[in-house]
Structures are given as structure tokens and as C-alpha cells.
């Protein structure tokens, strides 16, 4: 059994003086390609990062699809405002929306910029259930998993096509690592039965997707996700060396120069960038 205890890192407030440095206001620094840039410089500079983080909240997919979402300021990142849709009958109109426009091509163009001017760059991606948690309440979905289970499928399917799309655009703009979460979706919050059916193979499809489109970059998954995807059988881990690195963002960026093809790691969270590595281990992760 595979554990990962997340530490919960809390990253709502954004110092004063980060944005005065920034030289931004919020919330135009959410849902501008310039503002964006701006302020993942500097957070990437002021937490002494080898990576500048894009976006900076978990509701740029869910936003695409409809969900509404309060822009927040520098104590409250952008979250979800009350539930778009109130049955999953309504939720199965759902489609694909076009990553070109909104607060989601804004995020796409920040990654560009950052990248065609030398930034190391990671793009933070979520996956179905932590997106589908901002479009519906939580009871009607996991009613509607268990009731009708052909329509949950289909939705998952648009879903993860358009996550798949997200991360291989944001490869294709320069983004050297693609982070992958689904906090929504790991067991100990869907239960073994609902992980094992829905969540689980739905994660590893875009993984997969991902990763089948090559290139030069990582797919760094969320400790609690690579964790849950171990413990059932989807994957399995492997440790890659990496001696004389002073901390875990330094690791990876080593690790980058020597890839020739997309890899996947995981067990360890992305937002430990700057801190010291107690042990000189990155965890790879191999599909099954």
C-alpha cells in the first residue's frame, strides 16, 4: 500500500508585496495573459522556485465548461460561486469548449510568453471529478453514478478529451512540466468502488492521452493521485537517482534535460519546488 500524506498547503493569500512588485492588480491577473505572466514571475522568484506555476487556482477547466466561478482577490484565489448545472440530465450537454478563448487561452498564451523567453514553466491541470465538483453538487452526481452510469461515462469521455487537449497544447506552447491532479477523484474521497469504475481508469486514459503525444516534458501527478493510482493496480513506481540536487525543483529540472521522451513521476507534490530534498529520489511512474 502506497501512502501519501498531503501537507495541504495553503496558497490562497498572495503577499502585497508580490503584487506591488508585480506591478498588477487583482482579479485582472487571473484572467489576463500579461497579468498571469507578471505575477507567476515573481511568485516564482519569491518563493525561490526553479518553475513558474500556471494558473494559480484549480477552476480554469471547470470555468470552460460553464462552471461559475468568483474571480477572488490577493486573500481568496478564484473559486466556484454556486453550481451551473442541477441535474445530470443537464450536465450531459455538456461539449468539448474551445481552449483558444476565455481565462483558459489566456492561461495557454501566459505559457507561451513565459516559455519563448526561457522560463521553466509547469501548467497545472485537474482532472474529471475535481471539475465536475464546480458544474454540479457532489449528491446529485454520485446519484447519477449510480443511477445511470452509461450517461456519467459519456461525460467523463468529453471531459477527459478536453483535459487531454489542455495538457498537449500546453506541452506544445513550451510548458516544461504538465501537473495532473484529481483530488476530487482519489479513493479515500469517492470510495474504493466508484475509484475503481469511474475515477481511476478515467485519470489514466489522460494520462495516457497525454503522454502518447511526445515530446520533451513531464507529466508530474499529484502525490495523492499517483498514490491512489498505484494502490489499484494502474501503475507502479520506480526510483530515479538524483544525487546533488539541492532541492526537489532542481531535481526535476536535471531530470528534464535528459529526457528525450515524455516521462511521468509522481508520489511527491509539485509545490515542494523549493524545498530540500530529504531523500535524492524523484519516483517514476510507469503505466500498466
Known sequence: MVEFKCPGHNQDHIPEEVLKEAGITLPNAYTDKNGIVAL?????????????????????????????????DALHRPRTNGRRFSSIGELSSIQRPD????????????????AESGEKVILNIVGPFTIIHSLI?????????????????????????????????GAKRGASIISYEDAV????????????????????????????????FLIHLCGRTSAALENADMVHSYAIKASNAFTYGHALARLLDELTEPIIVGHKCIAWG???????????????
Open 185 to 216: 477523484g482519489v479513493t479515500d474521497v469517492t470510495g474504493p468502488k466508484m475509484y475503481k469504475e469511474f475515477s481511476c481508469p478515467s485519470s489514466r486514459r489522460i494520462i495516457c492521452g497525454i503522454k502518447e503525444a511526445g515530446g520533451r
Open 99 to 114: 481552449i483558444s478563448k476565455g481565462r483558459i487561452g489566456e492561461v495557454l498564451d501566459a505559457v507561451g510568453i513565459m
Open 274 to 288: 523549493p524545498m530540500k530534498m530529504d531523500q535524492p529520489v524523484i519516483w517514476g511512474i510507469k503505466l500498466n
Open 137 to 169: 453538487d457532489s449528491t446529485l452526481f454520485y446519484n447519477g453514478v449510480r443511477k445511470e452510469p452509461s450517461k456519467i461515462k459519456e461525460i467523463l469521455a468529453v471531459i477527459e478529451d478536453s483535459v487531454i487537449q489542455y495538457g498537449i497544447e
Open 40 to 72: 507567476a514571475r515573481v511568485l516564482k522568484n519569491y518563493q525561490n522556485d526553479v518553475f513558474a506555476k500556471v494558473p494559480f487556482c484549480v477552476t480554469v477547466e471547470a470555468e470552460a465548461f460553464g462552471a461559475h466561478i468568483k474571480m477572488g
